[in-house]
Protein backbone atom coordinates (compact mmCIF):
# COMPACT_ATOMS: atom_id res chain seq x y z
CA UNK A 1 0.00 0.00 0.00
CA UNK A 2 2.83 2.55 1.05
CA UNK A 3 4.70 1.51 -2.34
CA UNK A 4 1.56 2.49 -4.57
CA UNK A 5 0.92 6.02 -2.56
CA UNK A 6 1.85 8.51 -4.99
CA UNK A 7 4.98 11.00 -4.25
CA UNK A 8 4.71 14.60 -4.74
CA UNK A 9 7.31 17.49 -5.23
CA UNK A 10 5.74 20.06 -3.59
CA UNK A 11 7.57 23.87 -2.92
CA UNK A 12 5.50 25.40 0.30
CA UNK A 13 5.66 29.39 0.27
CA UNK A 14 5.13 32.47 2.45
CA UNK A 15 6.76 34.66 4.16
CA UNK A 16 6.62 33.31 7.51
CA UNK A 17 9.28 30.78 8.52
CA UNK A 18 12.21 30.47 10.58
CA UNK A 19 13.77 31.94 12.24
CA UNK A 20 10.67 33.72 13.14
CA UNK A 21 8.17 31.98 14.97
CA UNK A 22 4.39 31.89 15.30
CA UNK A 23 1.38 29.42 13.89
CA UNK A 24 2.27 29.63 10.62
CA UNK A 25 6.04 29.14 10.85
CA UNK A 26 4.87 26.00 12.95
CA UNK A 27 3.08 24.61 10.85
CA UNK A 28 4.90 24.63 8.04
CA UNK A 29 7.68 23.15 9.57
CA UNK A 30 6.16 20.31 10.86
CA UNK A 31 3.87 19.59 7.81
CA UNK A 32 7.00 19.39 5.45
CA UNK A 33 8.65 17.25 8.18
CA UNK A 34 6.21 14.66 8.02
CA UNK A 35 5.97 14.79 4.37
CA UNK A 36 9.27 13.95 4.04
CA UNK A 37 8.94 11.00 6.41
CA UNK A 38 6.38 10.24 3.89
CA UNK A 39 8.72 9.61 0.64
CA UNK A 40 7.46 13.26 -0.43
CA UNK A 41 10.29 15.62 -2.00
CA UNK A 42 9.57 19.20 -0.17
CA UNK A 43 11.46 22.61 -0.66
CA UNK A 44 10.68 25.79 1.13
CA UNK A 45 10.98 29.16 -0.20
CA UNK A 46 11.12 32.09 2.03
CA UNK A 47 12.43 35.93 2.34
CA UNK A 48 15.72 36.67 3.65
CA UNK A 49 16.09 37.06 7.11
CA UNK A 50 18.61 39.54 7.70
CA UNK A 51 21.73 37.55 7.06
CA UNK A 52 20.17 34.35 6.37
CA UNK A 53 20.08 34.83 2.96
CA UNK A 54 20.37 32.01 -0.26
CA UNK A 55 19.78 28.20 0.29
CA UNK A 56 20.05 26.51 3.67
CA UNK A 57 19.22 22.71 4.80
CA UNK A 58 17.49 21.81 8.13
CA UNK A 59 16.43 19.03 10.25
CA UNK A 60 16.23 16.17 7.97
CA UNK A 61 17.71 17.64 5.07
CA UNK A 62 14.89 19.95 4.28
CA UNK A 63 15.31 22.52 1.74
CA UNK A 64 15.21 26.23 2.39
CA UNK A 65 15.35 28.90 -0.26
CA UNK A 66 15.89 32.66 1.32
CA UNK A 67 15.48 34.54 -1.22
CA UNK A 68 17.01 38.02 -1.49
CA UNK A 69 14.08 39.79 -1.06
CA UNK A 70 13.88 41.79 2.68
CA UNK A 71 10.82 42.54 4.50
CA UNK A 72 8.83 45.37 3.69
CA UNK A 73 6.05 45.79 6.53
CA UNK A 74 5.14 43.46 9.63
CA UNK A 75 7.52 39.92 8.07
CA UNK A 76 5.96 40.78 4.23
CA UNK A 77 7.94 41.63 1.64
CA UNK A 78 6.93 44.58 -1.14
CA UNK A 79 4.31 43.53 -3.61
CA UNK A 80 5.97 44.21 -6.86
CA UNK A 81 3.93 41.47 -8.85
CA UNK A 82 6.07 40.26 -11.61
CA UNK A 83 9.76 40.58 -10.56
CA UNK A 84 9.87 37.43 -8.58
CA UNK A 85 8.39 35.93 -11.61
CA UNK A 86 12.27 34.85 -12.79
CA UNK A 87 13.66 33.33 -9.36
CA UNK A 88 10.04 31.35 -8.81
CA UNK A 89 10.10 29.90 -12.08
CA UNK A 90 14.15 28.88 -11.83
CA UNK A 91 13.45 27.47 -7.96
CA UNK A 92 10.61 25.33 -9.51
CA UNK A 93 12.36 24.23 -12.84
CA UNK A 94 15.67 23.23 -11.01
CA UNK A 95 13.43 21.60 -8.10
CA UNK A 96 11.24 19.93 -10.83
CA UNK A 97 8.09 21.05 -8.59
CA UNK A 98 4.70 19.56 -9.40
CA UNK A 99 2.80 21.13 -6.57
CA UNK A 100 3.17 25.29 -5.01
CA UNK A 101 1.20 25.44 -1.65
CA UNK A 102 1.09 28.70 -0.42
CA UNK A 103 0.44 29.96 3.18
CA UNK A 104 -1.09 32.98 5.36
CA UNK A 105 -3.24 35.56 3.68
CA UNK A 106 -1.05 38.27 4.66
CA UNK A 107 1.73 36.59 2.73
CA UNK A 108 2.72 38.85 -0.50
CA UNK A 109 5.36 36.18 -1.75
CA UNK A 110 2.81 33.69 -1.09
CA UNK A 111 0.11 35.23 -3.82
CA UNK A 112 3.14 35.89 -6.11
CA UNK A 113 4.23 32.66 -6.23
CA UNK A 114 0.91 30.83 -6.82
CA UNK A 115 0.13 33.35 -9.85
CA UNK A 116 3.20 32.46 -11.26
CA UNK A 117 2.63 29.04 -10.58
CA UNK A 118 -0.28 28.71 -12.46
CA UNK A 119 0.85 30.47 -15.28
CA UNK A 120 3.67 28.05 -15.49
CA UNK A 121 1.28 25.12 -15.24
CA UNK A 122 1.83 24.07 -11.84
CA UNK A 123 -0.67 22.74 -9.70
CA UNK A 124 -1.89 24.93 -6.85
CA UNK A 125 -3.03 24.90 -3.25
CA UNK A 126 -3.56 27.57 -0.83
CA UNK A 127 -3.79 27.18 3.31
CA UNK A 128 -5.70 30.21 5.11
CA UNK A 129 -4.12 30.47 8.59
CA UNK A 130 -6.51 33.49 9.63
CA UNK A 131 -9.46 34.89 9.92
CA UNK A 132 -10.51 38.18 8.26
CA UNK A 133 -13.53 40.73 8.91
CA UNK A 134 -15.79 42.66 5.58
CA UNK A 135 -16.14 46.19 6.66
CA UNK A 136 -12.81 47.55 7.18
CA UNK A 137 -10.42 49.11 4.46
CA UNK A 138 -7.67 46.73 5.07
CA UNK A 139 -10.01 43.60 5.34
CA UNK A 140 -11.35 45.03 2.22
CA UNK A 141 -8.28 45.13 0.34
CA UNK A 142 -6.95 41.55 1.12
CA UNK A 143 -10.37 40.03 0.46
CA UNK A 144 -10.36 41.26 -2.84
CA UNK A 145 -6.65 40.38 -2.71
CA UNK A 146 -7.93 36.24 -1.98
CA UNK A 147 -10.54 36.32 -4.21
CA UNK A 148 -7.98 37.30 -7.31
CA UNK A 149 -5.49 34.29 -6.20
CA UNK A 150 -8.38 31.66 -5.54
CA UNK A 151 -10.35 32.70 -8.80
CA UNK A 152 -7.87 30.25 -10.59
CA UNK A 153 -6.83 27.63 -7.46
CA UNK A 154 -7.41 23.90 -7.28
CA UNK A 155 -8.11 23.55 -3.71
CA UNK A 156 -7.64 25.41 -0.70
CA UNK A 157 -7.47 24.34 2.72
CA UNK A 158 -8.73 25.74 6.18
CA UNK A 159 -7.56 25.14 9.51
CA UNK A 160 -11.06 25.16 11.30
CA UNK A 161 -15.00 25.11 9.91
CA UNK A 162 -15.15 28.79 11.29
CA UNK A 163 -12.01 29.24 8.84
CA UNK A 164 -13.45 27.76 5.96
CA UNK A 165 -16.56 29.69 6.26
CA UNK A 166 -14.59 33.22 6.69
CA UNK A 167 -12.21 32.12 3.73
CA UNK A 168 -15.43 30.91 1.40
CA UNK A 169 -17.58 34.04 1.74
CA UNK A 170 -14.42 36.53 1.53
CA UNK A 171 -13.22 34.56 -1.66
CA UNK A 172 -16.12 33.40 -3.55
CA UNK A 173 -14.26 29.96 -4.04
CA UNK A 174 -16.65 27.04 -4.44
CA UNK A 175 -16.57 25.67 -0.91
CA UNK A 176 -16.52 21.73 -2.12
CA UNK A 177 -13.03 22.72 -3.24
CA UNK A 178 -11.87 23.55 0.04
CA UNK A 179 -10.93 20.94 2.87
CA UNK A 180 -10.56 21.28 6.70
CA UNK A 181 -7.42 20.20 7.95
CA UNK A 182 -6.45 21.02 11.66
CA UNK A 183 -3.33 22.39 12.99
CA UNK A 184 -1.27 19.99 15.36
CA UNK A 185 1.10 19.86 18.32
CA UNK A 186 4.24 18.00 18.96
CA UNK A 187 3.19 15.94 21.47
CA UNK A 188 7.29 14.71 22.23
CA UNK A 189 8.19 18.41 23.26
CA UNK A 190 5.18 19.51 25.08
CA UNK A 191 5.38 17.23 27.79
CA UNK A 192 3.99 17.86 31.46
CA UNK A 193 6.54 18.37 34.71
CA UNK A 194 7.28 15.23 35.99
CA UNK A 195 5.63 16.42 39.26
CA UNK A 196 2.36 18.11 39.52
CA UNK A 197 2.40 21.94 41.23
CA UNK A 198 0.96 22.92 44.18
CA UNK A 199 -2.07 24.51 44.12
CA UNK A 200 -1.79 26.69 47.12
CA UNK A 201 -0.43 29.39 44.34
CA UNK A 202 -2.36 29.55 41.02
CA UNK A 203 -0.64 30.24 38.26
CA UNK A 204 -2.02 31.63 34.99
CA UNK A 205 0.21 31.65 32.26
CA UNK A 206 -0.18 34.12 29.20
CA UNK A 207 2.17 33.32 26.09
CA UNK A 208 1.37 35.20 22.86
CA UNK A 209 2.44 38.39 20.63
CA UNK A 210 1.24 41.92 22.90
CA UNK A 211 -0.73 43.08 19.79
CA UNK A 212 -4.49 44.24 19.58
CA UNK A 213 -5.49 41.02 17.65
CA UNK A 214 -4.76 38.77 20.73
CA UNK A 215 -6.36 40.89 23.11
CA UNK A 216 -3.60 42.53 24.98
CA UNK A 217 -5.83 45.47 25.73
CA UNK A 218 -8.13 43.01 27.52
CA UNK A 219 -5.32 41.69 29.48
CA UNK A 220 -4.79 45.44 30.75
CA UNK A 221 -8.60 45.39 31.99
CA UNK A 222 -8.81 41.75 33.52
CA UNK A 223 -5.29 41.23 35.21
CA UNK A 224 -5.43 43.92 37.91
CA UNK A 225 -9.77 42.23 38.87
CA UNK A 226 -8.07 38.59 38.97
CA UNK A 227 -4.96 40.02 40.98
CA UNK A 228 -7.64 42.17 43.46
CA UNK A 229 -9.99 39.04 43.81
CA UNK A 230 -7.64 35.97 44.19
CA UNK A 231 -4.83 36.69 46.48
CA UNK A 232 -3.51 33.54 45.99
CA UNK A 233 -3.20 33.72 41.94
CA UNK A 234 -0.22 35.46 39.79
CA UNK A 235 0.84 35.63 36.32
CA UNK A 236 3.65 34.77 33.77
CA UNK A 237 3.65 37.04 30.51
CA UNK A 238 5.41 35.77 27.92
CA UNK A 239 5.50 37.30 24.70
CA UNK A 240 6.69 41.14 22.69
CA UNK A 241 4.55 43.45 20.65
CA UNK A 242 3.42 46.72 20.99
CA UNK A 243 0.69 46.29 23.26
CA UNK A 244 3.92 45.52 25.96
CA UNK A 245 4.29 48.59 27.10
CA UNK A 246 0.51 48.84 28.08
CA UNK A 247 0.61 46.08 30.07
CA UNK A 248 3.99 47.30 32.29
CA UNK A 249 1.94 50.76 32.72
CA UNK A 250 -0.68 48.43 34.19
CA UNK A 251 1.75 47.19 36.62
CA UNK A 252 3.63 49.51 37.71
CA UNK A 253 -0.47 51.39 38.62
CA UNK A 254 -1.75 48.70 40.28
CA UNK A 255 1.77 47.76 42.15
CA UNK A 256 1.73 44.13 41.01
CA UNK A 257 5.56 43.57 39.97
CA UNK A 258 5.50 41.10 42.41
CA UNK A 259 2.18 39.17 40.98
CA UNK A 260 3.03 39.39 37.23
CA UNK A 261 6.08 38.81 35.55
CA UNK A 262 6.74 39.99 32.56
CA UNK A 263 9.63 37.67 30.29
CA UNK A 264 9.28 39.61 26.94
CA UNK A 265 9.71 37.37 23.73
CA UNK A 266 10.33 33.71 24.62
CA UNK A 267 12.04 31.08 22.41
CA UNK A 268 9.88 28.53 20.61
CA UNK A 269 12.71 26.27 22.32
CA UNK A 270 11.49 27.43 25.90
CA UNK A 271 7.72 27.99 25.71
CA UNK A 272 7.37 24.47 27.28
CA UNK A 273 9.59 25.12 30.51
CA UNK A 274 7.38 28.51 30.58
CA UNK A 275 3.89 26.29 30.55
CA UNK A 276 5.18 23.56 32.86
CA UNK A 277 5.45 26.38 35.41
CA UNK A 278 2.09 27.32 35.56
CA UNK A 279 -1.54 25.96 35.76
CA UNK A 280 -3.89 27.53 33.66
CA UNK A 281 -3.07 29.06 30.21
CA UNK A 282 -4.94 31.98 29.21
CA UNK A 283 -5.74 33.26 25.56
CA UNK A 284 -7.02 36.76 24.73
CA UNK A 285 -7.72 36.73 21.40
CA UNK A 286 -10.11 38.70 19.38
CA UNK A 287 -9.82 36.86 16.15
CA UNK A 288 -8.36 33.69 15.60
CA UNK A 289 -9.07 30.63 13.09
CA UNK A 290 -7.18 27.95 15.21
CA UNK A 291 -4.79 29.18 17.85
CA UNK A 292 -1.55 26.82 18.25
CA UNK A 293 -0.91 27.88 21.43
CA UNK A 294 -4.05 26.33 22.88
CA UNK A 295 -2.67 23.13 22.13
CA UNK A 296 0.82 23.25 23.40
CA UNK A 297 -0.50 24.45 26.55
CA UNK A 298 -3.09 21.34 26.66
CA UNK A 299 0.12 18.60 26.33
CA UNK A 300 1.35 20.16 28.49
CA UNK A 301 -1.72 19.84 30.87
CA UNK A 302 -2.92 23.14 31.67
CA UNK A 303 -6.41 23.83 31.56
CA UNK A 304 -6.90 26.50 28.99
CA UNK A 305 -9.25 29.90 29.55
CA UNK A 306 -9.75 31.27 26.04
CA UNK A 307 -12.05 34.14 24.43
CA UNK A 308 -15.22 32.63 22.12
CA UNK A 309 -13.88 33.63 18.96
CA UNK A 310 -13.21 31.86 15.56
CA UNK A 311 -12.42 28.13 15.17
CA UNK A 312 -11.41 28.01 19.30
CA UNK A 313 -14.64 26.70 20.73
CA UNK A 314 -13.58 23.63 17.86
CA UNK A 315 -10.05 22.57 19.32
CA UNK A 316 -10.88 21.18 22.59
CA UNK A 317 -13.33 19.52 25.00
CA UNK A 318 -15.45 21.17 27.33
CA UNK A 319 -13.23 19.41 30.30
CA UNK A 320 -10.36 20.90 28.88
CA UNK A 321 -11.16 24.25 28.29
CA UNK A 322 -13.55 27.40 29.56
CA UNK A 323 -14.67 29.77 27.00
CA UNK A 324 -15.75 33.69 27.44
CA UNK A 325 -16.75 35.95 25.59
CA UNK A 326 -13.86 38.57 24.48
CA UNK A 327 -15.19 41.13 27.60
CA UNK A 328 -13.43 41.83 31.18
CA UNK A 329 -16.43 40.22 33.22
CA UNK A 330 -16.83 37.22 30.93
CA UNK A 331 -13.24 36.65 31.24
CA UNK A 332 -13.20 37.01 35.23
CA UNK A 333 -16.14 34.57 35.25
CA UNK A 334 -14.38 31.88 33.19
CA UNK A 335 -11.13 32.16 35.21
CA UNK A 336 -12.89 31.71 38.46
CA UNK A 337 -14.75 28.57 36.74
CA UNK A 338 -11.12 27.08 35.83
CA UNK A 339 -9.58 27.84 39.45
CA UNK A 340 -12.56 25.89 40.99
CA UNK A 341 -11.92 22.96 38.13
CA UNK A 342 -8.09 22.97 38.48
CA UNK A 343 -8.35 19.67 42.02
CA UNK A 344 -9.57 17.38 38.90
CA UNK A 345 -7.13 18.46 36.44
CA UNK A 346 -4.46 15.29 35.82
CA UNK A 347 -1.81 17.12 33.48
CA UNK A 348 -0.60 13.28 32.40
CA UNK A 349 -4.48 12.31 31.41
CA UNK A 350 -4.77 15.24 29.27
CA UNK A 351 -1.31 14.84 27.90
CA UNK A 352 -2.32 11.42 26.83
CA UNK A 353 -5.50 12.99 25.31
CA UNK A 354 -3.77 15.28 23.42
CA UNK A 355 -1.53 12.26 22.00
CA UNK A 356 -4.50 10.56 20.58
CA UNK A 357 -6.32 14.15 19.18
CA UNK A 358 -4.12 15.30 17.36
CA UNK A 359 -0.83 14.59 15.33
CA UNK A 360 0.85 16.01 12.68
CA UNK A 361 0.92 12.73 10.98
CA UNK A 362 -2.28 12.39 10.66
CA UNK A 363 -2.05 16.00 9.42
CA UNK A 364 0.35 14.70 7.16
CA UNK A 365 -1.95 12.40 5.50
CA UNK A 366 -4.80 14.59 5.01
CA UNK A 367 -2.96 17.23 3.47
CA UNK A 368 -1.61 14.14 0.87
CA UNK A 369 -5.44 13.45 0.25
CA UNK A 370 -5.67 17.07 -1.14
CA UNK A 371 -2.49 16.97 -3.63
CA UNK A 372 -3.81 13.50 -4.96
CA UNK A 373 -6.82 15.30 -5.78
CA UNK A 374 -5.01 18.14 -6.80
CA UNK A 375 -2.77 16.38 -9.43
CA UNK A 376 -6.24 14.70 -10.72
CA UNK A 377 -7.53 17.77 -11.77
CA UNK A 378 -7.26 19.32 -14.92
CA UNK A 379 -4.75 21.59 -16.69
CA UNK A 380 -6.48 24.64 -18.03
CA UNK A 381 -4.91 27.21 -21.10
CA UNK A 382 -4.66 30.77 -20.25
CA UNK A 383 -7.90 31.36 -22.30
CA UNK A 384 -9.85 28.64 -20.30
CA UNK A 385 -8.68 30.70 -17.25
CA UNK A 386 -9.39 34.35 -18.18
CA UNK A 387 -12.79 33.62 -17.38
CA UNK A 388 -12.49 32.53 -13.54
CA UNK A 389 -10.99 36.35 -13.51
CA UNK A 390 -13.76 38.44 -14.99
CA UNK A 391 -16.76 37.55 -12.85
CA UNK A 392 -14.31 38.74 -9.24
CA UNK A 393 -16.09 42.21 -10.46
CA UNK A 394 -17.15 44.72 -12.79
CA UNK A 395 -13.94 46.79 -12.91
CA UNK A 396 -11.28 44.28 -10.96
CA UNK A 397 -12.15 41.30 -12.94
CA UNK A 398 -10.77 43.51 -15.83
CA UNK A 399 -8.00 44.44 -13.68
CA UNK A 400 -7.46 40.78 -12.66
CA UNK A 401 -7.60 39.81 -16.16
CA UNK A 402 -4.84 42.27 -17.62
CA UNK A 403 -2.22 41.30 -14.49
CA UNK A 404 -2.47 37.58 -15.15
CA UNK A 405 -1.78 38.23 -19.56
CA UNK A 406 0.67 40.57 -18.73
CA UNK A 407 2.53 37.65 -16.62
CA UNK A 408 2.36 35.10 -19.17
CA UNK A 409 3.64 37.40 -22.00
CA UNK A 410 6.65 37.69 -19.76
CA UNK A 411 6.42 34.09 -18.59
CA UNK A 412 6.91 33.11 -22.70
CA UNK A 413 9.48 35.97 -23.09
CA UNK A 414 11.62 34.09 -20.35
CA UNK A 415 10.77 31.01 -21.77
CA UNK A 416 12.41 31.80 -25.09
CA UNK A 417 15.58 34.10 -23.71
CA UNK A 418 16.22 31.70 -21.13
CA UNK A 419 14.69 28.12 -21.96
CA UNK A 420 14.05 25.66 -19.14
CA UNK A 421 16.29 23.17 -20.75
CA UNK A 422 19.30 25.67 -19.63
CA UNK A 423 18.41 25.05 -16.33
CA UNK A 424 20.15 22.43 -14.08
CA UNK A 425 18.18 20.45 -12.24
CA UNK A 426 18.99 19.81 -8.68
CA UNK A 427 19.73 15.98 -7.86
CA UNK A 428 17.62 14.80 -5.10
CA UNK A 429 18.85 14.35 -1.51
CA UNK A 430 17.04 11.29 -1.12
CA UNK A 431 18.65 9.72 -4.56
CA UNK A 432 22.09 10.98 -3.75
CA UNK A 433 22.14 9.23 -0.49
CA UNK A 434 20.67 5.97 -1.74
CA UNK A 435 23.46 6.44 -4.20
CA UNK A 436 26.47 6.78 -1.36
CA UNK A 437 25.07 3.93 0.48
CA UNK A 438 25.02 1.92 -2.71
CA UNK A 439 29.41 2.43 -2.76
Not at 423 to 439: G, K, Q, R, T
Amino acid sequence: MEESRRKHRILMVSDFFYPNFGGVESHIYYLSQCLLKRGHKVVIMSHAYGNRTGVRYITNNLKVYYIPWRPFLMQNTLPTFYLTLPIIRTILIREKISIVHGHQAFSTLCHESLMHARTMGCKVVFTDHSLYGFADPGSIHMNKILQFTLADIDHAICVSHTSKENTVLRSGIKPETVFVVPNAVDTAMFTPAPTQLARDEVVIVVISRLVYRKGADLLVEVIPEVCRLFPHVRFIIGGDGPKRVRLEEMREKFSLQDRVEMLGAVPHSQVRSVLISGHIFLNSSLTEAFCIAILEAASCGLLTVSTRVGGVPEVLPEDMIVLAEPAPQDMLRAIEQAIDMLPNIDPQIMHSRMKSYYSWHDVAKRTEIVYDCVMDSSNKSILERLPRYLICGAWAGKIFCLVMIVNFILWRLLEFFQPAESIEEVPDMASMCNHEDDN
